[in-house]
Structures are given as structure tokens and as C-alpha cells.
């Protein structure tokens, strides 16, 4: 049988064998509904009560400042629009992101345009970062929000998120992250970075899918998203995902857990892959090398198409991915790629490759055996590469 070397972390993650044992007995003997008073009702309420203070307690925040969702997109659409509200409350109608942002947040923002919001889209430098000066200058009178995300899912850079936070404290703006590739895989500490809001996903740090959480600071009265129970402190209403917030707050803690030492080793197979494939003939990085998540690779071939590279790939075992899965079926380069200046014909030879605690060194081998052959292939059959050469001539 063909080795399978799962590479593509950014996009979901494998579930923990601890976070499913913990799951187990809420699919099964526990089901009672966590709003009954009697016993079965009971037990399934400690379970979400413990599942909310394990997480704030990663996060340094307080349990009712956590509020659990269906995934790292509701939080992100719920942040935004409930600001949002909000802001138009008091005649704020302007929102302040950035280029590259999730299509949870960038799909939201447009859906506000036609609603009458203006929004600023601040660029993303060459290395993938926003500029903190960059955005003071953009803040209005009537910026309702600024929603920056913290680890980008494609390049994997590291926004300075503590800084962008700090200016939009001064003045007075609201601040949203969607922290969902960071949460379990880097540190992060709410009242450190001084944000007001904070998504995150729990099948990207090794948890069930289709849940997720907001953190909301106290203060904020965001309005309801989902109207109906008491769930949630009647502001989403609908009957818990008890096996899946159980599953997110273990898969949470083990992350936490882990990080360090997992960080250093990933680390060290990211840079090993990087410095390696940079030795194939017109091969670049994108994103900045040092501020960037420990599992990410994101490199462009020029010459060929990064979709013939990861079908390639498939092949051979590797899963990756060209852009983000939400992109990948599209013809167009991903929105993150032309955001750091890339032109199209670049853009479209890149490949993203994550990995997670489930990577090996010999994963990064067996990578390194079989994906420079393939490059060599593809682009001995690519008119663009011909052209390429010949210019350079
Ligand atoms: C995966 C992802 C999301 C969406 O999370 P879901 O739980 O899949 O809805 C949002 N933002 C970023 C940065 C992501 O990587």
C-alpha cells in the first residue's frame, strides 16, 4: 500500500484519541437535555458547564465570556454583524479589515457593503502582515469595528495582534480576531492581547467538527444570534452540542498541553522542508519566514500549476492543498496569494502544505523524495515554463 502523508492540517485535523474518549459517553449514556432539572438533565449540564471552564481556562478568560457555536465561521459571522449592529446603533457604519482574511469574514463584510456599512480593506505587505500604522489611519469617527485575523490560513503569518488591538482601544473601536488557526496551536491569551472578540474552531486543533466558540468580553452586549432558548445566555438558542463541546474543550486542553514541545519539533520540519524545496530552480516562500505558524509551507513553483502539483501529489500519497479549500475547484488564484503582491501566473503554482502533532520527520522525507521529481515533470510539459526559460536566455 502507497504511504499517505497527510499535509493539509490548515483545512481540518485529525480527532484526538483523547478528545473522542472523552466524547464517547455524551453520544451514548448521557443524553439527557442539559435545560431538565432531573438527573440526566443534570449530569449533561456539568458536562457543558466543565467543557466552557476548561476552555476559558486555556484562553484566559471567564466562563460566561464563552459562548459555543457550530464552527470557526458562525463566530466569525456573529462577531462582524453583531458589531455591526451595534455600531449603527450610534450612526457607526465603518468597518476596518484586511485583504486576506477568511471568506467567513470577507463574505460577511460584503453582505454589510450592500447593507449600507463602508468597509476599509487594509493591505497585506509582501511578507503578509498588516501595518499597524496603517491601520490608525484608517480609523474614522464612525469605525464601528476592526476585524483582523490572527494567523492567516494559507501563508500562515502572525498578525501583531497584541498591537493592532492596543490602537483600536484608543480609539475606541471594537476589535474581533478570528484566531482560528492560532487557538491550539500558538499561545493565546485574551487579556494579553486585549481583544473584545475571538473565534475559534475546534477541528483545527484536533477536535470534533461543526463546533466552535466565541469569546466575547465582558461588556459587549452583542445581539441574539439564533432567537428561541435560554441557551447560551439566550443569545443562540438551540439545544447544546454536549459530546461536541466536551470533545473541543479536551481536544483544547491536550493542545495546550502539547504545544511546546510539538511547536519546536514542527519547526524544525517546516524549516528542513522550506530550506530544501528553495533549492529547486525559481521557488519562493510566501509569507515571512519568522513571523509564521510552526506547521506552515506555502511555496510557489514558477512554471507550473499548483493544482497539476497537488493532484500530483495525491498520487504519491501527499495531501496538500493550492489555496484554500474554499478556493480549491475555483480557476481563480487564491485572494490570499494576489493580497501579498504575487502576480497570477505565480500565484497559481503555489502549494500549502500543514502539518500538525501527527507529522513526522519522515513525512518531511518522503515529501522531499517525491516533490521536486514531480516539479521537474510538470514542467517539462509546461509551455509557460519554456517561455519562462527562453525570456531569461
Ligand atoms: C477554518 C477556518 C475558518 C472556518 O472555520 P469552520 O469551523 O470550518 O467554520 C475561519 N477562519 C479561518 C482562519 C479558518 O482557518
Given amino acids: 500500500m ?43 449540564r456539568k458536562a457543558v458547564d466543565k ?12 466562563p460566561n465570556e464563552i459562548f459555543f457555536l457550530s464552527g470557526g465561521s458562525e463566530a466569525d459571522n456573529w462577531a462582524i454583524k453583531g458589531a455591526a449592529e451595534l455600531g449603527e446603533r450610534k450612526g457607526k457604519k465603518h468597518i476596518i479589515s484586511s485583504k486576506f482574511e477568511h471568506h467567513a469574514v470577507l463574505h460577511t463584510l460584503e453582505y454589510l457593503e450592500k447593507h449600507g456599512f463602508e468597509v476599509t480593506l ?6 503578509g502582515l498588516v ?22 490560513n494559507e501563508i500562515g503569518t502572525i498578525q501583531p495582534i497584541k498591537e493592532l488591538a492596543a490602537i483600536a482601544k484608543k480609539h475606541g473601536v471594537v476589535f474581533h480576531t478570528d484566531a482560528v488557526q492560532a487557538v491550539g496551536t500558538i499561545p493565546v491569551d485574551v487579556k494579553e492581547l486585549g481583544v473584545d472578540m475571538l473565534s475559534l474552531s475546534s477541528h483545527k486543533f484536533h477536535g470534533p467538527k461543526g463546533v466552535g466558540a466565541l469569546y466575547v468580553r465582558k461588556g459587549i452586549r452583542l445581539p441574539n444570534l439564533v432567537h428561541g432558548g435560554a441557551q447560551e445566555r439566550g443569545l443562540r438558542a438551540g439545544t447544546e452540542n454536549i459530546a461536541g463541546v466536551v470533545g473541543m474543550a479536551e481536544a483544547l486542553k491536550e493542545s495546550v498541553e502539547v504545544m511546546d514541545e510539538r511547536n519546536k519539533r514542527l519547526e524544525k520540519m517546516r524549516d528542513r522542508l522550506i530550506d530544501n524545496l528553495l533549492k529547486i530552480d525559481r521557488s519562493r516562500i510566501n509569507g515571512d519566514r519568522v513571523h509564521r505558524l510552526p506547521g506552515n ?25 493550492s489555496g484554500s479549500a474554499c478556493t480549491s475547484g475555483s480557476l481563480d488564484p487564491s485572494h490570499v496569494l494576489l493580497s501579498i ?24 522525507d518522503y515529501i522531499l523524495a517525491e516533490l521536486p521529481p514531480i516539479v521537474d515533470r510538470l514542467r517539462s510539459m509546461s509551455p509557460l515554463w519554456e517561455k519562462i526559460i527562453k525570456n531569461d536566455k
Fill in 297 to 321: 509551507v506555502n511555496m510557489c513553483f514558477q512554471g507550473i500549476e499548483g493544482e497539476s502539483l497537488l493532484l500530483s501529489l495525491d498520487l504519491k500519497g501527499v495531501a496538500a492543498s
Fill in 51 to 62: 467543557a466552557r471552564e476548561d476552555i476559558a481556562k486555556c484562553l484566559n478568560a471567564q
Fill in 122 to 127: 487594509l493591505d497585506v505587505h509582501e511578507d
Fill in 2 to 44: 502507497i504511504k499517505r502523508v497527510y499535509a493539509d492540517n490548515a483545512a481540518t485535523t485529525r480527532l484526538s484519541e483523547r478528545a473522542f474518549e472523552a466524547m464517547k459517553p455524551y453520544m451514548t449514556e448521557i443524553y439527557g437535555n442539559p435545560s431538565s432539572l432531573y438527573t440526566e438533565g443534570v449530569e449533561a
Fill in 341 to 364: 503582491g504575487l502576480p497570477h501566473e505565480v500565484a497559481h503554482g503555489s502549494i500549502r502544505m500543514t502539518f500538525s502533532t501527527e507529522n513526522t520527520e519522515e513525512d518531511i
Fill in 131 to 152: 501595518r499597524p500604522e496603517e491601520l490608525e489611519a484608517a480609523i474614522r469617527e464612525d469605525t464601528a469595528l476592526i476585524t483582523i485575523m490572527y494567523a492567516n
